[in-house]
């Protein structure tokens, strides 16, 4: 079993910066792909960025790429995303994930969810 625990959301202008943090604990949970979602309100959810066990692969989705960088430590066991350049419609609830595959990360599942974190942009 993973636990995870997202943090960092909040409130910010447009143009602005956030940092997300997911705290995994757990059985190995450093051996575990991970990934960041988000979710809109009146919209499925849909896959943000990834990240490999070892963190060595990244991957983004297209509305991200460039502005948003994921990164772990898996000395503290947990996973970042550092979102720059925020616009409204990055608004949304942001859920970590986790798996064994990096594969099931990227084909939009998961073995392991947190709970969300709300993230707010205003224009």
């Known amino acids: 079993q993973v636990q995870l625990q997202e943090s960092g959301g909040g409130l910010v202008q447009t143009g602005g910066s956030l940092r997300l943090s997911c705290r995994a604990s757990?059985?190995?949970?450093?051996?575990?792909?991970m990934g960041w979602f988000r979710q809109a309100p009146g919209k499925e959810r849909e896959f943000v960025a990834a990240i490999s066990a070892i963190g060595v692969g990244t991957y983004y989705a297209d509305s991200v790429k460039g502005r948003f960088t994921i990164s772990r430590d898996n000395a503290k066991n947990t996973m970042y995303l550092q979102m720059n350049s925020l616009k409204p419609e990055d608004t949304a609830v942001y859920y970590c994930a986790a798996s064994r595959s990096l594969q099931t990360i990227m084909g939009q599942a998961a073995e392991y969810w947190g709970q969300g974190t709300q993230v707010t942009v205003s224009s």
């Open positions: 757990g059985r190995a949970s450093s051996s575990y792909a």
